[in-house]
């Protein structure tokens, strides 16, 4: 039992297993994570793409291996840290010092990391939302619901009056019987609550578009740009592309974009046949032009919408105490003393 255990929490099987460790997260590194299988398939071919998903090269930091290899470290590093805490209470029974304690401080801080970064791998959880000003999305969080309101957006620009510097979200958080909480959203500045990151990511244009055909019409909201097939024919399809200049200008019949400033903002259409283009036109907001047919559009209007990343992961905090026993036990553990006190396999085992 007594060599089972000196196997099981001795260094040489900790090198081991972080030897293979080390050598699954560069597989990682030079094998796409996570993509398509067709993606795998034009890369590596039928029988690379075979041996990548057997062996979950594919997705190395979600597959049963990887798994499989830090639990059998996380063994290893918990007996060797209760072995070591075992021999910090004999050692201080007979001289008590704190410096006794850098080791084991230092391996059980090791240990509430891993198990940390599993938390993070498993139950970490991440949505993208592209809110519009004024609309409301509704959140999951880790103790119920929420719903966030962009109640307003604004951007920052360098001295160029052209390029973004920063841009911002104003939003409101409400949850059912809390008052509202307000918050501004800044890139590298992220929000938080119930347990939720908001981080600000992205940030675009929507526009509020009406198609009409004769007495019939659809309004649109449309981000940045789209295509939309009218017609399927044999020859080609007959699409409408849109898409919003903030500030918008021509030169030489070109449509180009000054700036992303909203100072003259302008709805461009362009009308294909397949790959033909048969007309196209620049609107402001409020204006109608015909399209082809009975076809016409109106640009009603235009928005800023925000692009927030909605981050949840309950391994955070296990990390960051993890880290700071790690911290705690090396200072404790290179302090200087007239005797240090070395932890050995057989020690652990007494």
């Not at 969080?141 to 001295?159: A, E, I, P, Q, R």
């Not at 981050?311 to 026993?325: R, W």
Request: aromatic share 12%.
């Amino acid at each position: 039992m007594n060599k089972i255990y000196r196997f099981l929490s001795s260094v040489r099987l900790a090198i081991i297993l972080l030897a293979v460790i080390a050598i699954l997260c560069v597989i990682a590194t030079i094998v796409p994570q996570d993509l398509p299988q067709a993606q795998y398939m034009e890369q590596f071919g039928t029988l690379g793409t075979t041996i990548l998903s057997f062996l979950g090269f594919d997705r190395v930091f979600s597959s049963p291996l990887f798994f499989a290899f830090g639990i059998a470290f996380f063994i290893n590093l918990s007996l060797c840290t209760w072995g070591r805490i075992e021999v910090a209470f004999k050692i201080h029974q007979k001289k008590p010092s704190f410096r006794t304690w850098g080791s084991p401080v230092l391996h059980l801080g090791l240990c509430v990391l891993l198990i940390g970064v599993a938390f993070s791998l498993i139950a970490k959880h991440e949505i993208y939302y592209e809110i519009p000003v004024g609309e409301t999305v509704t959140v999951a969080g880790k103790s119920g619901g929420f719903t966030l309101t962009l109640d307003n957006f604004s951007v920052d620009y360098y001295d160029d009056n052209v390029s973004p510097k920063q841009y911002r979200s104003s939003i409101t958080v409400h949850k059912p019987k809390f008052e509202p909480i307000p918050m501004e959203i800044e890139v590298n500045s992220p929000g938080k609550y119930n347990g939720v990151s908001i981080l600000q990511q992205s940030f675009g244009w929507e526009m509020l578009v009406t198609l009409t055909t004769g007495n019939e019409s659809a309004q649109l909201s449309i981000k940045d740009e789209d295509w939309i097939v009218l017609e399927e024919g044999p020859d080609g399809n007959t699409t409408l592309g849109i898409a919003f200049y903030p500030d918008y200008d021509e030169k030489e019949g070109i449509a180009q974009m000054k700036s992303y400033r909203d100072e003259n903002p302008h709805l461009i259409w362009i009308l294909q046949k397949g790959n033909t283009s048969v007309a196209l036109d620049a609107l402001a907001p409020g204006e109608s032009s015909h399209i082809h047919g009975s076809l016409h559009i109106t640009f009603d209007g235009y928005r800023f919408y925000s692009g927030l990343q909605m981050k949840y992961d309950p391994g955070i905090p296990l990390i960051f105490a993890g880290f700071f026993l790690v911290c705690l036990g090396l200072i404790v553990l290179y302090l200087p003393s007239r005797k240090k006190y070395t932890f050995s396999d057989a020690d652990m085992v007494e």
